[in-house]
C-alpha cells in the first residue's frame, strides 16, 4: 500500500500494514540543501528537494509544502522575515502597526500572483508530480482566527479580539477569512491533499470553551464553508482541545485532530473513536534532550494508548533542529515496530 492509502485505510477504519506516520521536518531543509535559510525559502525547487530527500531517507509518510508561517504574512504585505541559521523564520514587519490600518489594509485579488506566493507554487508543482499519486503532501493555512498574530502581533490581536473596538475586529477577520478562502483553493489546486487548518484560538487552552463556541466557532464556519472539509486537519498549535472535539465533529465536520503532546490521548481517543482520525504526537521540544533509548519508549507508551481499535496516526509538531538526527531515527524506527499491523 501507498502511504496515502495506509492514510485513507486509518481514516476509515479497514485494513492496513501498520499506522500512518508523519514526521514534519520544515527546518532542516535549508541543513539538507546546504544552503542559509533565507536563500533555501527563496527558493521553491530547493524545498521541495529537501523533503523529497528526507522522506526517502527516514521513510516516513509525508512531505511539506509549508516554509514558514510568516509566508502567509509576506503574501500580506509584510515586508521582512527574521532569518536564523538555528531557529525559525519570524516577522519582523507587522502589516498592522495601528488599528487605523485596518481600514486600508487589503487582500490581494489573487494571491497566486504575488511574489511571495511563487515558492510555494514552484515547490507544490514539483511534489505532486513526484509524489502526489502516492503520498501526502501537507500544507498549511492559519485560521482567520489566527492570522492576526502575526499581521499585528499576540498582544495587539488578543486585546482587539477580547475587549474591542468589535467593528474593527470583525472588519479584520472577514478580510482574513477571504484570504483563507483564496488561499485553501490555492493549495489544494496546486496539489496539496492534507490541509493543515492551524486554529489555535480553536483551543480552550488560549480563550475558554465558552469564547471558542461564541467567538471563534462562527469564523471557523465562515473559513470552511466554501471549499467544505476534505482532507482538512484539525490544528490547535500543539495546544490541547480535547474539551471541544466532539463540536468540532459536530459542527465543522472536521474528522482529523492533530493532537498536541499535552493532550490525554487516550480520552481524545474515546471521544472521536471510529468517527474519525486521532492524531498522537510525541512531544519533540523534550526529545532535544532524550537519548535514543528514551524517545522510543516514548513511541511506544504513545502507540500502546493510540493504536488499539485502529483510525490512529503518529505524528511530531516541528521538530527543532536541535533534536539530534539519532533521536529522528530512533523515534521513526520505533513507530514502524510498534505501528505494524503485522
Not at 502589516?95 to 490581494?108: R, Y
Not at 468589535?166 to 492534507?194: P, Y
Not at 470552511?224 to 471541544?244: D, Q, R, W
Request: charge should be negative; include cysteine; charged fraction near 20%.
Amino acid at each position: 500500500m501507498t502511504p496515502l492509502q495506509i492514510l485513507a485505510a486509518a481514516q476509515n477504519g479497514t485494513p492496513a500494514p501498520r499506522i500512518p506516520v508523519f514526521c514534519n521536518l520544515l527546518d532542516q531543509g535549508a541543513r539538507e540543501m546546504g544552503l542559509r535559510p533565507q536563500s533555501y525559502f527563496a527558493d521553491g525547487a530547493a524545498v521541495a528537494e529537501a523533503q523529497l530527500r528526507m522522506q526517502r531517507r527516514y521513510g516516513h509518510d509525508n512531505v511539506w509544502s509549508l516554509h514558514y508561517v510568516g509566508k502567509e504574512a509576506e503574501i500580506l504585505g509584510c515586508k521582512e522575515i527574521l532569518f536564523a541559521d538555528d531557529g525559525v523564520p519570524n516577522v519582523a514587519d507587522f502589516v498592522i502597526k495601528s488599528l487605523d490600518d485596518i481600514a486600508k489594509f487589503e487582500i490581494p485579488a489573487d494571491i497566486t500572483q504575488t511574489e511571495a506566493w511563487q515558492p510555494i507554487a514552484e515547490c507544490l508543482s514539483i511534489l505532486a508530480g513526484e509524489v502526489g499519486a502516492t503520498h501526502p503532501i501537507c500544507a498549511y493555512a492559519t485560521a482567520s482566527t489566527t492570522l492576526p498574530a502575526i499581521l499585528m502581533g499576540m498582544d495587539k490581536w488578543m486585546e482587539l479580539f477580547l475587549l474591542g473596538p468589535f467593528d474593527l475586529r470583525d472588519e479584520l477577520l472577514r478580510k482574513c477569512s477571504d484570504f483563507f478562502h483564496q488561499e485553501i483553493a490555492a493549495l489544494r489546486a496546486a496539489g496539496a491533499n492534507v490541509l493543515i487548518y492551524s486554529t489555535p484560538f480553536g483551543s480552550p487552552y488560549f480563550v475558554g470553551r465558552r469564547q471558542v463556541e461564541a467567538g471563534v466557532l462562527p469564523w471557523m464556519r465562515r473559513d470552511l464553508v466554501p471549499g467544505g472539509v476534505e482532507g482538512i486537519v484539525y490544528y490547535c498549535g500543539m495546544a490541547p482541545f480535547n474539551e471541544v472535539i466532539d463540536l468540532v465533529l459536530a459542527e465543522l465536520g472536521i474528522t482529523t485532530h492533530y493532537l498536541g503532546p499535552l493532550a490525554d490521548l487516550a480520552e481524545a481517543k474515546a471521544l472521536i473513536g471510529n468517527r474519525g482520525l486521532c492524531c498522537g504526537v510525541i512531544d519533540d521540544i523534550r526529545m532535544i534532550h532524550w537519548t535514543p533509548e528514551q524517545t522510543r519508549l516514548e513511541v511506544q507508551r504513545i502507540i500502546e494508548i493510540g493504536k488499539p481499535g485502529g483510525h490512529f496516526l503518529f505524528g511530531n509538531g516541528v521538530m527543532p533542529l536541535a533534536v539530534p538526527e539519532a533521536n529522528i531515527r530512533a523515534m521513526l524506527a520505533a513507530v514502524f515496530e510498534y505501528g505494524s499491523w503485522q
